[in-house]
Nanobody
Framework: QVQLVESGGGLVQPGGSLRLSCSASGSFFAINGVAWYRRSPGKQREQVAS???????TYVDSVKGRFSIARDNAEDAVYLYMTNLKPEDTAVYYC??????????????????????WGQGTQVTVSS
């Protein structure tokens, strides 16, 4: 069973910093794109940052210059470094990834499929 587990959330004062971690486990061939999303009370879920395999990160405008996404392919992990946090950053943060899975069909041929997975979320609260 492929899964993602986030950690690192908590309570921080405005202007503070946090690092969120997301670790992948299970049996998979590779991980393509990974991303961090967040959902604030009364708001729709939004993608905060994303990074494709070997590609360039992208960020939502509201966090540019403050957040940084990084992935460690050797450790199957992705991180979100958050600095200069603001009260409006308060949300549940979710890790998302596209896993490449392998299987053999009835003819014994190897096939690849992509399976999208979500983590359980980690709460970030920015408040004085």
């Amino acid at each position: 069973q492929v899964q993602l587990v986030e950690s690192g959330g908590g309570l921080v004062q405005p202007g503070g910093s946090l690092r969120l971690s997301c670790s992948a486990s299970g049996s998979f061939f590779a991980i393509n794109g990974v991303a961090w999303y967040r959902r604030s009370p009364g708001k729709q879920r939004e993608q905060v940052a994303s990074i494709p395999f070997g590609g360039t990160p992208t960020y939502v405008d509201s966090v540019k210059g403050r957040f940084s996404i990084a992935r460690d392919n050797a450790e199957d992990a992705v991180y979100l470094y958050m600095t200069n946090l603001k009260p409006e950053d308060t949300a549940v943060y979710y890790c998302n990834a596209d896993f490449v899975l392998t299987s053999y069909d009835d003819a014994g041929l190897l096939s690849y499929t992509v399976s999208n997975r979500w983590g359980q979320g980690t709460q970030v609260t920015v408040s004085s």
